[in-house]
């Protein structure tokens, strides 16, 4: 079983900044992506960053120049480093992983951390 463990959020605020940590851990055989999605109050789920296994970042439209996300591949970590924090940034934040377990190794999975909060005061 692969699992996710996410730690960094907190109260900040606005124009703060917060780093939020992800580190996947089980019997892992390869993982493609790592992101962030994260989720306010009364709207849907939304990516906020990936980075692919090859290295390749995308962000969305509302956090790019403020957000970077970052990977080791050999310790299967992803941060992601949040400056110029807004109110309208408050959210859960998941860290996901799309990822081939041992147990399986010819399928891709998504896995979900549990969501750390991240809170912007105005």
């Known amino acids: 079983q692969v699992q996710l463990v996410e730690s960094g959020g907190g109260l900040v605020q606005a124009g703060g900044s917060l780093r939020l940590s992800c580190a996947a851990s089980g019997s892992i055989f390869s993982i493609n992506a790592m992101g962030w999605y994260r989720q306010a109050p009364g709207k849907q789920r939304e990516l906020v960053a990936v980075?692919?296994?090859?290295?390749?970042?995308n962000y969305a439209g509302s956090v790019k120049g403020r957000f970077t996300i970052s990977r080791d591949n050999a310790k299967n970590t992803t941060h992601l480093q949040m400056n110029s924090l807004k109110p309208e940034d408050t959210a859960v934040y998941y860290c996901?992983?799309?990822?081939?377990?041992?147990?399986?190794?010819?399928?891709?999975?998504?896995?979900w951390g549990q969501g750390t909060q991240v809170t912007v005061s105005s």
């Open positions: 980075v692919s296994s090859g290295g390749s970042i």
């Open positions: 996901n992983a799309e990822a081939t377990p041992q147990s399986a190794r010819y399928y891709l999975f998504n896995y």
